[in-house]
């Protein structure tokens, strides 16, 4: 008896706000795709890498509501409502001090992996201003570095938290000489 194979029914698109980096963005998507798909394809924002896609290796990682998450184990869908940042969204008219700090300790090689390594850094300054190295081999315990520059990831994290208070004095010191204070 012949058995016949039907064609996979179109899935039904929902449409979603995204909000990633201070913008929102409106899309309309499968239910089924992923939060990595939606920036990389459909909102052109490739910083964010796709190494695994299966949440192993951290190269995806975004902060969602300000926690290091990989983006390849979250529905796009599920993100509506909550703030998605992306390398994309880090530092302005100068660099991140995180970014810098990986420029100054030559904290990367292919540089694959750098876009998740920093994200998580990112959400651990944001929580601890002044981490143990502990805490900074911790935060990127969940980024494989295939050329293994772990030595100076983590090298970079102690200089990123170093350049962030160093910045914040600045900021400080000018806010103090306003006119009116
Ligand atoms: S691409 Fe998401 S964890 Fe590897
Ligand atoms: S710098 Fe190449 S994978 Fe980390």
């Known amino acids: 008896m012949e058995t016949t194979i039907s064609p996979p029914r179109p899935v039904p698109l929902q449409p979603v706000v995204l909000h990633v980096n201070g913008s929102d963005?409106?899309?309309?998507?499968?239910?089924?795709?992923?939060?990595?798909?939606?920036?990389?394809?459909?909102?052109?924002?490739?910083?964010?890498?796709?190494?695994?896609?299966?949440?192993?290796?951290?190269?995806?990682?975004?902060?969602?509501?300000g926690r290091a998450m990989y983006s390849c184990l979250l529905l796009a869908v599920d993100c509506a409502e909550r703030r998605v940042t992306t390398i994309e969204g880090l530092g302005g008219p100068a660099l991140d001090p995180?970014?810098?700090?990986?420029?100054?300790?030559?904290?990367?090689?292919?540089?694959?992996?750098?876009?998740g390594q920093i994200m998580s850094l990112r959400a651990l300054l944001d929580a601890?201003?002044?981490?143990?190295?502990?805490?900074?081999?911790?935060?990127?315990?969940?980024?494989?570095?295939?050329?293994g520059a772990y030595r100076n990831i983590l090298r970079a994290g102690r200089l990123a938290a170093?350049?962030?208070?160093?910045?914040?004095?600045?900021?400080?010191?000018?806010?103090?000489?306003?006119?009116?204070?």
């Open 25 to 65: 963005h409106p899309l309309l998507l499968e239910p089924r795709r992923t939060l990595l798909d939606a920036l990389r394809d459909d909102l052109g924002l490739t910083g964010t890498k796709k190494v695994c896609d299966m949440g192993n290796c951290g190269a995806c990682t975004v902060l969602v509501d």
């Open 98 to 115: 995180i970014q810098e700090a990986f420029v100054a300790a030559d904290a990367y090689q292919c540089g694959f992996c750098t876009p």
């Open 128 to 147: 601890h201003p002044d981490p143990s190295d502990a805490q900074i081999a911790r935060a990127v315990t969940g980024n494989l570095c295939r050329c």
């Open 162 to 181: 170093e350049i962030e208070a160093d910045r914040r004095a600045q900021q400080g010191g000018q806010d103090g000489n306003a006119p009116g204070r």
